[in-house]
């Protein structure tokens, strides 16, 4: 879905535990760079070069992926997109968040406990092949090297600029970013959309939700006209508004 000029919504639909579900990666370019900020879950390459080329841009053109935090559903095809470019990406990650990218520590989420409830959520009818496969996944994760560290207030000098927001709760280090040309907020997990609603972070997700709802206050730093959450997608409505709303709540 395109957001502006350079900025597009990536709806990457797929049937994941037995129901639809869609993330939103998101794609900023200009003339000289392509940043691919998250990568959608494992196996969905070949969607996200989809997404990339409806969007008016070749695949071959990304020269940056930004990972905004360690949870499968975003570093999921990170090693797939690297190998399938004809050059090297660089890849961008907070501090906090790097080790887990590099697959240098197991994602905080992944415990043998989290991973056995949800081989044990999966449906019936899935084939024992598939749930050996599901627990390989989640036992061993997609990894890769992250090339640079990003830091809170920093300013990234492609697409008109674009600024990390240090966003912590979600996982320790979850970072958010901001496009200032076109005042777009891209909120990772630090906000969802449920039913045309932007709202806080959700509980259940969350590391340490009382780091997660302060987050929220640092966003009502930034002129935001338009909000893309991984989770839920396009949000539009009195923006600024609505994350002061969220954040006096919390």
């Known amino acids: 879905m395109n957001i502006s000029e350079g900025v597009q919504m990536l709806p990457i639909a797929a049937v994941m535990m037995g129901r639809m579900e869609t993330v939103y990666p998101t794609l900023l ?137 240090s966003t912590p709760g979600h996982t320790p280090g979850h970072i958010s970013l901001y496009h200032k040309a076109s005042k777009t907020l891209i909120a990772a997990d630090a906000m969802v959309v449920e039913n045309d609603q932007l709202m806080g972070p959700t509980p259940r997700h969350c590391i340490d939700l009382d780091q997660a709802r302060l987050s929220l206050k640092k966003l009502t730093e930034y002129d935001i006209e338009t909000v893309i959450c991984y989770h839920g997608g396009l949000y539009t409505d009195h923006v600024n508004e609505r994350i002061l709303e969220l954040a006096a709540d919390q």
């Open 29 to 165: 370019w200009d003339n000289e760079a392509a940043l691919l900020i998250d990568t959608g879950y494992p196996g969905q390459l070949p969607l996200i070069k989809e997404q990339v080329e409806r969007a008016g841009l070749s695949f071959d053109k990304l020269t940056h992926i930004i990972i905004t935090h360690q949870d499968i559903d975003h570093i999921g095809s990170l090693p797939a997109v690297l190998k399938e470019l004809p050059h090297p990406a660089k890849v961008l990650a907070s501090e906090i968040e790097a080790p887990y990218v590099q697959g240098d520590a197991q994602p905080i989420k992944l415990t043998p406990e989290a991973i056995e409830n949800a081989i044990n959520a999966m449906p019936e009818e899935i084939p024992q092949e598939w749930r050996a496969s599901f627990r390989s996944v989640l036992e061993n994760p997609p990894s890769a090297p992250v090339d640079v560290i990003v830091a809170d207030g920093e300013e990234l000098p492609y697409c008109g600029g674009i600024i990390i927001i």
